[in-house]
């Protein structure tokens, strides 16, 4: 008898021991279910000094935000972008991203052949990888957002062609010659080009993508090229600085990609014609948002190229666009 109960009552103990394990696992569980899932996303533009890539890092932090918000989770955004354009260094900085274990890394490529090992090499250590404003389009990236680069080219000839009246000659500021986004958009310049028999492309002009040097290359190319009569600015570098066109407006027509505030003021007084200006902001933003749904849910966009509508901006309607950038840049 006295046997048989301490059987019974060793029995019944380890019945209690083991739900009390099982309490304690389904707490902890329950505890990991409660605590949110958090994400981290790199964020490697061209270049800190560019007010363009300044829009993006804002919008990125605010996808981030506002994606948190939606979903319970907690997203972080490390920025990493060099002080000047630096495609090796940007190599570097997926390199140690991905070692450090990143979710997911957006990039706009100072060089895509260049940054197409580093690229893959992320990838392959299963980090998820989106390309904004400049692709590499060879890698294992998953997606792209920008802008169409050749129609990007092609409405800044167009609108430039409308200026001069369909003839003349034209200096096109090239930028980074390394930059795939830059050539396409030069490209379309050329094509758009073709279709104004009175107008003849002068040359390509390359440059450091600074204001200043980029504002000295302009002055420079048109005071030992007086026949020149338009300028088609693939990027609008020279613009972020004042008076950039002095001794070249009232030569020459101007137009260029990008409505930043500093350029709103070139086409209000009457020194730039038209700007095509992109989605800056939406860099950034849909980037954050491209590389969540594919980390979170493992959704892709329907599309790889994923490309925004161009804005036209001309003095008639420059005022419409006043205030976005404030918006863009943390300003209001």
Known sequence: MNGTFRTLRAGLAAVAAAGAVLAVTSGLSAASADKPRSYEFGVIAKSQSNPVFQAA????EDAAKELSRKHGVEIKINWRTPN???????????EQLASQGVDG???SCSDGKLLKSAIDSAVDKGVEVVTF???SPESKRFAYYGINDEEAGRAVMR?????????GVVAVLGGNPNAPNLQARIRGVREEAKKHEGITIKDVFYHAET??????RVQLVQSANPDITGWAMVGGWPLFTKNALDGVADKAKVTS???????LVYVTNGQVQALIGQDCYGWGYRSVEMLFDKVHANKKPEKVINNFDLAVVTKENVSEFEGLWEKWLRKK
């Open 57 to 60: 890092r804002t919008g990125a």
């Open 84 to 94: 000047n354009e630096d495609a090796q260094q940007q190599a570097q900085f997926v």
């Open 105 to 107: 890394i957006a990039i």
């Open 133 to 135: 404003d400049s692709d």
């Open 159 to 167: 609108e430039l062609a409308k200026a001069m009246g369909g003839k």
């Open 211 to 216: 204001a200043a040097e980029a504002a000295q």
């Open 257 to 263: 990609v990008d409505h930043l505030p500093e350029q």
